[in-house]
């Protein structure tokens, strides 16, 4: 009684099979353009089902490494550019192997095709300042070497990023007030040697004047009305004369009635006041809404007339 049914079983199995086979065989071609993939979608696509599934998932690891990283320095030293299908923003990753925030990683080979050099995609929807490099701001103070005072370092997601363009040789000085941000900051600094992370309020820079030594900018993102006060006052503490200020203004925190580029001639005209000179100001559009980056340059000694 039993022999038909194992029969039709058997028809069932023998009938499903050449199905399996051709949509793997189709996904392998499909995927990966090299032999490679069409071969394992194959071989695998025989098995039972299970091993039908594997091969197509070998065929898209194959696309993966056929794919090209083609890396390209940025005009500012320290951030780069990879070329593809979409070209985005990247930093050279310093501790390979481990993402901060979930970001993409790129690995190219390096000029002389000994090591691999891993990169991080810098996503300038959730940073500030990628925002304002892909946004094309003419100087960029922040390189290879730079001591760094961040103000508002919030989880390290930009700090991070700032952490990879000034190398071993720079320091970044991130200090944020809430503790609950603080404490991804501070586990982001443990893998990174010049990041110093400081979990303190950045309206007393007295409370935190024995850790920092005098640096050659400040990045401030603190959303608050009093942030040009905040960044001066900082700066009289740490900022070496001749050094630069870089500021995200946020419209609505500062003035949430008036225009934005009311508030941002306003919060430049405050700069100017306390002894910087504004150099550029950018819209950070269309990533963050009625923000802007202004660059200015403090204490900056009179040019001398010939």
Known sequence: QDSPKKSASKALVVRSRPNIESKMGKGGKGKGKDGGGKGKGKVKGKGKAKGGKAGGKGGKGKKGGGNKVVIEPHR?????????????????NMVPGESVYGEKRLVAESEDKEQKIEYRVWNPFRSKLGAGIVGGIGAMPIKPGSKVLYLGGASGTTVSHVSDMIGPEGVVYAVEFSHRSGRDLTNMAKRRANVVPIVEDARQ????????????????????????????????????????ILISIKASCVDSTASPEAVFASEVDKLRKDGCKPKEQLTLEPYHRDHALVLAVYRASKKKKE
């Open 76 to 92: 500012h030293e320290g951030v780069f550019v990879s070329k593809g299908k979409d070209d985005s923003l990247v930093t050279k």
């Open 205 to 244: 820079p007295q409370r935190y004047r024995m850790l920092i030594g005098m640096v050659d900018v400040i990045f401030s993102d603190v959303a608050q009305p009093d942030q040009a006060r905040i960044v001066t006052h900082n700066a009289s503490y740490f900022l070496k004369n001749n050094g630069s």
